[in-house]
Nanobody, 126 residues
Framework: QVQLEESGGGLVQAGGSLRLSCAASGRTFSSYAMGWFRQAPGKEREFVAVISRGGGTTYYADSVKGRFTISRDNAKNTVYLQMSSLKAEDAAVYYC???????????????????WGQGTQVTVSS
């Protein structure tokens, strides 16, 4: 089992940058693919990015491709989401999630993931 805690959210101006972190407990962090999802008020939770266990494979939602970068440091049990060129539509609660299986064709489904953090709020002002 793994526990996840996000941090780094806050208020940022449109066009600005923010880096989210997700710290995981336990000694098996490298056994999990790690994803980021977000949920805006009144909307469904949506996939943002995922990174494989070793960090060699990443996938992004089209809406963030080229602006967001997911990375991980297995020695620190932490996954990151570097967000740049933020837009108003990026405002949401951001969640990290852990998937005990290898990245497959369902990496963008929330139900694929076994563990979730509590989320961190990102607000973008225009």
């Amino acid at each position: 089992q793994v526990q996840l805690e996000e941090s780094g959210g806050g208020l940022v101006q449109a066009g600005g940058s923010l880096r989210l972190s997700c710290a995981a407990s336990g000694r098996t962090f490298s056994s999990y693919a790690m994803g980021w999802f977000r949920q805006a008020p009144g909307k469904e939770r949506e996939f943002v990015a995922v990174i494989s266990r070793g960090g060699g494979t990443t996938y992004y939602a089209d809406s963030v491709k080229g602006r967001f970068t997911i990375s991980r440091d297995n020695a620190k049990n932490t996954v990151y989401l570097q967000m740049s060129s933020l837009k108003a539509e990026d405002a949401a609660v951001y969640y990290c999630a852990a998937d005990s299986s290898l990245i497959g064709s369902t990496y963008y489904w929330a139900r694929t993931y076994d563990y979730w953090g509590q989320g961190t709020q990102v607000t973008v002002s225009s």
